[in-house]
């Protein structure tokens, strides 16, 4: 089974940019559509972003859009969450996510989750 390791996150002001990585441990990535979900503290887990197995469709959850973008490198095994004008309502743990469906939002369809990368937005 796949394994993946997300990274990129950090401290950062808002309004800023920040990229986040999701490294796959096998080339069996372009055989999954990938997904990005988050966890704000003391709140429950929420989908972000998704893109099919081949980068030619994304979804985005209502307060990311416009300003984060997903995309996918499979020859590197990488998907990306390009994340621009942060905002202190952004701070949260981000997962990167692996689902065997042409492209979802909801966790329960997502079989494989990194360890999450924590992005702290200050104000």
């Known amino acids: 089974q796949v394994q993946l390791e997300e990274t990129g996150g950090g401290l950062v002001q808002a309004g800023a940019s920040l990229r986040l990585s999701c490294t796959a441990s096998?080339?069996?990535?372009?055989?999954?559509?990938m997904g990005w979900f988050r966890q704000p503290p003391g709140k429950e887990r929420e989908f972000v972003a998704a893109?099919?197995?081949?980068?030619?469709?994304?979804t985005y959850g209502d307060s990311v859009k416009g300003r984060f973008t997903i995309s996918r490198d499979n020859l590197r095994n990488i998907v990306f969450l390009q994340m621009d004008n942060l905002k202190s309502e952004d701070t949260a743990v981000y997962y990167c996510?692996?689902?065997?469906?042409?492209?979802?939002?909801?966790?329960?369809?997502?079989?494989?989750w990194g360890r999450g990368t924590q992005v702290t937005v200050s104000t």
């Open positions: 996510a692996a689902t065997g469906k042409t492209i979802s939002a909801p966790m329960r369809d997502y079989d494989v």
């Open positions: 096998s080339r069996t990535m372009s055989t999954y559509a």
């Open positions: 893109v099919t197995r081949i980068g030619t469709m994304t």
